[in-house]
Structure formats: structure tokens, C-alpha cells
């Protein structure tokens, strides 16, 4: 046995080139190995926690693109609100799929009393870029969210007295729109203020304090919560059913825009939704995102529970993983075994049995296996520096030896054993 | 000590047949050096390849020391070449990443020759004029000088015979003819039996005896 280790540490050392190239290639494998099972091992893990937390019920956004270029020639469209509203009611009337209606988004409230913390430009460390005038008058912009009564009913959120937040509270009374404020603006404004602020779709609108919400009060949006505390939380409201005006006519025309911008909540898959919103594009003239010849498109982006999309897409990596680990393994091991061929005639010359080159060689190979795994390891400790895996996985590093060891030895079997000794002999002269 | 009895040989390629070897008979005893002779492709290195059990005859059987060559069994044969055959090939086959010394240990397996730091090896190489290239490699040394690495290495585990292709086809007339003395004097030295194939007349002159191959057959000196 000593025979064979002495002649192993050699072979290594014949061609430190092809050793060091097989050692870095386990070294990648190990550590894609362990990075990949612990990343892809996480989502999963976190994913199942989540939807433990919601339910059965998965979340797809529907996001649009109408940006740009696009958004100014929809606009021009004399169908452009006709067919938002189209897509709109089909969006929402459909029983299989729930379509609830959310947006983030800047509101513009003519007071100057903000607290600093709700404003805008906060989050950048520069709350005063929030402050400005609008016609003459002080404006804030503020931290907007636009609900609908559906989307809360998912995410009921209670007041600061701790009670629920009845749906009636989301309803629109006399044309003023009822806005439930964050934690952090009590005590500024009361129950019954009402407030001048302007939307997106830039008209001026009357809101109606009708509650203020607890404090941590959150939301789950587009795969993440949502904290309230600096919110103002607003209804979508009602559109009449012919525009009084231009300025009416933007204005619905921003907010059903707005409301494409909602989520499926759903057991539905992910490919029936889409097909789903395909045709209800098609219906209402809007073009999805893979066609985009007229001015608008929406897409639908899955934001997080498709945890059978995950696996799916690990199991497909994890099979790439594994054929190019044993094709590079097999390739190694013929470059290896044909740049060593003379010295192996020697050896059988000299009295050395095929079993023993086939010893010499892998032991060989787990010396450097050996040498790989702990290259590999470190490197992906050292990267556990500056990203969030943590440990060691050893089943996946186990796997990973295994498919390479394996794949070693059938291929330094078959050829060892295909080639008579002679033929060695004739290999490039040692 | 080498009994070799009507052997065959014939390659086959799909339907071609090439019989390399037509009965060939040869004997060689104990303490003898036999030059064998004869033109490229006549079945020289075929037949010293069946004797070193590297490949098998398609017919007829060879005897060493007594005992008949069984090669269907792949064990007794390297058994063989590791208890009783030592090669010296005209292109050395030597390891170039090894000293001079581990180019002849790591062919050893006998403990007599392991002692004491393979003192028994040592001395051999000293007795070849190698004593002062001990730590030195291949590449470092002369043509002769390789050779004659080759030819310990051959020995060592007291081998019963030696099989030598073209053992001085890259060596100059000078050198051939120390590694002829050198052969030589061992197989006498060891009461071995060596077969030598040649293209050398000189070479073959220094041998006790030359058997001409032809066609695959033995013309003469059988």
C-alpha cells in the first residue's frame, strides 16, 4: 500500500498542471455546491415560512409598463380610457382569481405641518427636497399608500384603540376621500380634519381623517410588510362613469392606471394568470409586455410564493450542476490518464498490476479531492463574510464528492482496463 | 530456463489477418545471452512481448523457470514480470521526474533489496559506475548512462531473465559495447537467461548465441 501512495504523491506531482486544474474544479464544485443548496436552501425555507404566515394563498403583481415614450402616446388615445377600464372589470370580475388593488405612491398635502419623518425625501436624508410650493401654496409630499376594500380585507389592520378597521371606513362619503393616518401622525391631525392634497393624476382633492392606525401596523405588499407608521393611507375612489371634464378624464385615466398595478391572490398557478392576463390584454387592446407595438402593456411579475417554481428551477440547476461536474470529471481523468501514459507502461513493466495504477490513480484523486473540499470550504467560509450563508452544508458537500469520485473511478476503470499494456508503452516518452 | 513451443500469433483487423508469429520454437538456458535477429516487422518484439506476458500467444505456450505461462490469468502474469522478467528498451523507459536512485526502488519489492536504505541497489549502481549520480535524473545523464539505470533496474529482486529490445540502438558504438559487457557479465553474474533483440551484427557477436527470425519463423541458431 505504501507502494501506491508513494507513486500517488507522485503521479500528483508529474503533472502539477492537470492537478492543479482538477483540484480547482472540485474546488468550484464544492463550493457552488454548498452555496447553492444553503441560497437556494434559505428561499425555500423562507418561502414556505411565509406562505405558512398567509396562507394557502399565493401573491402575483401585475405590474404595468406604461413609461415614457409609451405612457405620452397612450395618452393620446382616444380608446385609452375606454379600454383601461375594460381590462380594469375583467381584472376585477373574475371569481377564480382575486384582484386586489394597492399603490405606493406620493401624495401631495397642502400643509406644513408634516411631521419630518413622514416626508418623502426622509428616506434620502433630505426631508427638506419634500417641501415646496404648489400654486402659490406650502406643499408636502408625503408617504402615500392607495387601497382598496378588498386589499384590506386581506390585510385588516387596527386602529390605535386596537380595534379592527371596519370596511365601512374605506368607503368614499360626499366626495371627500377617507384617509386613515399612520401612527406617527397622531396628535397632529384628529379624527374629522380634512386635508387639501393632490393625487397623482394631479387634482386637487378634499381628504376626510377618519382614523389613525396602531402603531407598527403593516401590510403585506409585493412579497414583503409593509410598516404604516409614516403612511397615509387612502381609498381608490369611485369613478363616475363619464368624465365631467379633461381634468376628471386624467384623473381616471392615472388611477385605473394605478390599479393595474395590483396583486392576484390566489391558489391559481402562476402560468393561468398570466394566460388569464394575456387575454384580458388582448380584449382590451393592451398589448403585453413581449408585444410592445401600441402605447401600453402590462406584465405579470410573480413577487414571491411560487415555491413549486423554485424547486423547479433548483432541481433543472442542480441536474446542470451534476453533468458538467462528471463531464468535466471524465475529461480531467482522460487528460490525466493519456499525459501519464508511458509512466504507467513503466510501472506495469516493472511489475505493477492494473489494479494498482488504477490505486495509484485514485488515490491520487482523493488526495486532490481532499485538497478541494478544503480550498472549496474556505473560500466558502470566507464568502459567508460578505453575504448571508452561514453553515456548511454536508450532505451537498457529500453529494458532490460522491458524483465526482464516482465518475472518476468509472472512467479511469473503462480506460485502464480498455488498454493493453503495450499500448502504454507507446504513450509520449516519460 | 526460456522454452518457447510452436507459437502463434495473429492480429486480427475486421477480416484481415496478419500472422505475425508461425510456430516459432526457441530455447534458451541459464547463463546464456541469445542475440535475436531479423528484419522490421519479421516478429521480434512480438515474440519478446509474449515472453514478458504483455500479450498473449494465439497458440503454443512458453515455459519460464519451469513453469508454463498461463495468460489467461492476468495475476501469474504480473506476478511474472515482477518476480522474473526484467525489461531494457531502447528508449530507456525511464521516469524523467525520478531520481536514478527511485527510478530503480520503486521497481523494488523485495525486502533483501529495501534494507538499509536499498544498500543492495546502491551498490549495483555503483557497480555500473552510477554511485555519484544517485540523486541526479534522467535528463541529466548520457544515453549510456540511462541505459545502464535501465539495465539495475532490470536486475534488482534477483529477476531470472532479461528481455532487451534494441537495449543499444541509441547508444554509440563505445557505449553499446560497455552495456553489452555489463549484460553480460550479470546474466553469468545471476545464472539468468537474456534475450536480445538486435539489429546490431557487432551487438549480436558479443552474445552466445544468434537465432535469425523471418516471416515470423526461425531460420537459424534455434
Redesign the interface.
Known amino acids: 500500500m505504501g ?1 501506491v501512495f ?2 500517488a504523491f ?1 503521479d500528483i ?2 503533472h502539477p498542471g492537470v492537478s492543479l486544474l482538477i483540484l480547482v474544479q472540485i474546488s468550484i464544485l464544492v463550493f457552488s455546491a454548498n452555496f447553492f443548496f444553503e441560497v437556494i436552501g434559505n428561499t425555500i425555507n423562507q418561502t414556505q415560512k411565509q406562505n405558512a404566515e398567509i396562507g394557502e394563498l399565493r401573491h402575483y403583481a401585475l405590474t404595468d409598463n406604461l413609461v415614457g415614450d409609451y405612457e405620452k402616446e397612450f395618452l393620446k388615445r382616444e380608446d385609452a380610457l375606454i379600454n383601461l377600464k375594460k381590462f380594469n372589470a375583467a381584472l376585477e370580475n373574475k371569481d377564480e382569481y382575486g384582484y386586489v388593488e394597492a399603490y405606493q405612491s406620493p401624495l401631495l398635502i397642502f400643509d406644513e405641518k408634516m411631521p419630518e419623518t413622514t416626508l418623502l425625501g426622509y428616506d434620502d436624508n433630505n426631508p427638506e427636497r419634500s417641501i415646496g410650493k404648489v400654486n402659490g401654496e406650502v406643499a408636502c409630499e408625503v408617504k402615500g399608500f392607495a387601497v382598496t376594500k378588498g386589499f384590506m380585507r386581506l390585510n385588516p389592520v387596527r386602529n390605535s384603540a386596537g380595534e379592527i378597521i371596519p370596511d365601512s371606513m374605506y368607503d368614499e362619503e360626499n366626495g371627500n376621500v377617507n384617509i386613515i393616518l399612520g401612527h406617527e401622525y397622531e396628535g397632529i391631525y384628529s379624527i374629522g380634519d380634512e386635508i387639501c392634497a393632490m393625487n397623482m393624476g394631479e387634482k386637487v382633492i378634499s381628504l376626510r381623517v377618519v382614523d389613525f392606525l396602531e402603531e407598527g401596523a403593516s401590510v403585506y405588499y409585493r412579497n414583503k410588510y409593509l410598516n404604516l407608521d409614516r403612511y397615509v393611507l387612502t381609498v381608490f375612489p369611485s369613478d363616475k362613469e363619464i368624465p365631467e371634464d379633461y381634468e376628471e378624464y386624467h384623473s381616471q385615466i392615472v388611477r385605473l392606471i394605478m390599479k393595474m398595478n395590483g396583486e392576484f391572490v390566489t391558489k391559481e398557478n402562476p402560468d393561468d394568470i398570466q394566460a388569464f392576463v394575456n387575454e384580458a390584454c388582448k380584449e382590451a387592446h393592451i398589448y403585453p409586455a413581449s408585444k410592445v407595438e401600441t402605447s401600453t402593456n402590462a406584465q405579470i411579475a410573480i413577487t414571491g410564493t411560487a415555491i413549486d417554481v423554485i424547486i423547479k428551477t433548483f432541481e433543472k440547476m442542480l441536474v446542470i450542476l451534476a453533468v458538467f461536474s462528471v463531464a468535466s470529471t471524465i475529461i480531467f481523468v482522460s487528460i490525466k490518464i493519456s499525459r501519464n501514459k ?2 504507467y ?10 489494479k494498482e495504477i488504477f490505486a495509484i490513480i485514485m488515490v491520487s484523486f482523493a488526495i486532490v479531492i481532499a485538497c478541494a473540499n478544503a480550498l472549496g470550504l474556505f473560500v466558502y467560509k470566507l464568502s459567508a463574510l460578505f453575504t448571508t450563508i452561514d453553515s456548511v452544508n454536508v450532505p451537498a458537500t457529500i453529494a458532490a464528492n460522491i458524483v465526482i469520485f464516482l465518475s472518476a473511478m468509472a472512467s479511469t476503470l473503462f480506460i485502464i482496463k480498455e488498454t ?3 499500448k502504454f ?1 507507446r504513450g509520449i ?2 | 530456463m526460456i522454452n518457447i513451443n510452436n507459437v502463434v500469433k495473429t492480429y486480427y483487423d475486421g477480416m484481415n489477418k496478419t500472422e505475425v508469429l508461425k510456430g516459432v520454437n526457441l530455447t534458451v538456458s541459464e547463463g546464456e545471452t541469445v542475440a535475436l535477429m531479423g528484419r522490421s516487422g519479421s516478429g521480434k518484439s512480438t515474440l519478446l512481448n509474449i515472453i514478458g506476458g504483455l500479450i498473449s500467444p494465439t497458440k503454443g505456450c512458453v515455459t519460464i523457470d519451469g513453469e508454463e505461462t498461463d495468460y489467461t490469468d492476468t495475476n501469474s502474469l504480473y506476478k511474472l514480470r515482477r518476480e522474473k522478467i526484467g525489461y531494457v528498451l531502447q528508449d530507456f523507459a525511464l521516469i524523467s521526474r525520478k531520481t536514478v536512485l527511485n527510478n530503480v526502488t520503486f521497481a523494488v519489492r523485495s525486502k533483501a533489496y529495501k534494507e538499509k536504505g536499498y544498500a543492495k541497489v546502491k551498490s549495483m549502481l555503483a557497480d555500473v559506475g552510477l554511485i555519484d549520480k544517485l540523486e541526479s535524473y534522467p535528463f541529466q545523464l548520457s544515453n549510456g548512462e540511462k541505459q545502464r539505470v535501465a539495465i539495475v533496474r532490470a536486475l534488482v529482486d534477483n529477476k531470472r531473465i532479461l528481455l532487451a529490445d534494441e537495449p543499444t540502438g541509441a547508444l554509440d558504438a563505445e557505449n553499446a559495447e560497455r552495456i553489452m559487457s555489463i549484460i553480460k557479465e550479470k546474466v553469468k553474474e545471476n545464472n539468468m537467461a537474456a534475450l536480445i533483440v538486435t539489429h546490431d551484427k557487432d551487438v549480436a557477436a558479443k552474445c552466445d548465441r544468434v537465432v535469425n527470425i523471418e516471416y515470423g519463423m526461425i531460420r537459424s541458431g534455434k
Do not use: A, M, T, W
Not at chain 1, 507502461?345 to 492494473?354: A, I, R, T, W
Open positions: 507502494r508513494n507513486e507522485f506531482k508529474k508511458k509512466y507502461g513503466v510501472l506495469l513493466l516493472n511489475g505493477y498490476s492494473k493493453q499494456i503495450d508503452l516518452n516519460d
